[in-house]
């Protein structure tokens, strides 16, 4: 399967990037890896590590001879990045990204490498608060889903050349409408983190004593409001429509418990707490 690609540029050595980097390393240890860096600290870093064979500061020499290129920055810097880059890759390689907003990347970095018609968007859902290569693990993308996002304009050839390589570090492929990913994106992602960080605000400006009592509840439920703000700046401004669409949805259902406690109307209350419990187990049973 590795022998499809030739090579793999990976642009972006941080959580995600690297990540891969480790994961392609452990999995297809004779698959010829180079990277992209902003940084010369950065780069020295994952060649110290022996992450890759060939390492550049110069993107347009990386990916010169790659089958595949994966862009892993923040997106709102994708389309920038890749109309640098765009005539030194080659019309049978495969460029695909990261990122968590699709509608928007899609669309721009489809006319970016429009020549070829060789952009498919990924989103790997999966990752940390926390950020960096220091951060990274080869088993990152084992047993998580990664939405592929073709358009009218994929060809089918690079299509699966993208599922193979998320098939090729563990993950499970599915394919999604750009716009059905950002709603459901916005659903399960977008929105849980600006809720989590509406959590630590509310218990942020309380006194001493309300911080003292943050245990283990606390810290699981807002664990993903220490991630980069402005990273997740970047990711709610190109997914604005949803992310205020969905947290309109969630205002309305917590308005709605909100106002069955005022009222007393604790059965109603219970009804939901026992629906959550009983959504959450199906939901995550199903995913194993």
Known sequence: MSGDFGSIAVLGPGLMGGSLLMALRHRHPTLRLSVWARRQSALDDVMNRGLADFGSLDAAEVVRDAGCLVLCLPVERMKKFAESLVNAVASGA???DVGSVKGAVVAELEKVFSRHNNFVGSHPMCGSEEAGLDAARAD???GATCVLTPTSRSLPHFVEKAARLWEMVGARVVRMDPARHDRAAALVSHVPHVAAAALVELVG??????????????????????????????????????AARGLGDLISLLASIQRALEEERLDEVNALLSSACAHRAEILNALQ
Do not use: P
């Open 205 to 242: 400006t309380e006194s001493g004593d309300v911080r003292k009592l943050c245990a283990g509840g606390f810290r699981d439920t807002t664990r993903v409001a220490s991630a980069s703000a402005d990273l997740w700046s970047g990711i709610l401004a190109l997914n604005r429509v949803e």
């Open 140 to 142: 990152l993308y084992e």
């Open 94 to 96: 495969l460029v695909t």
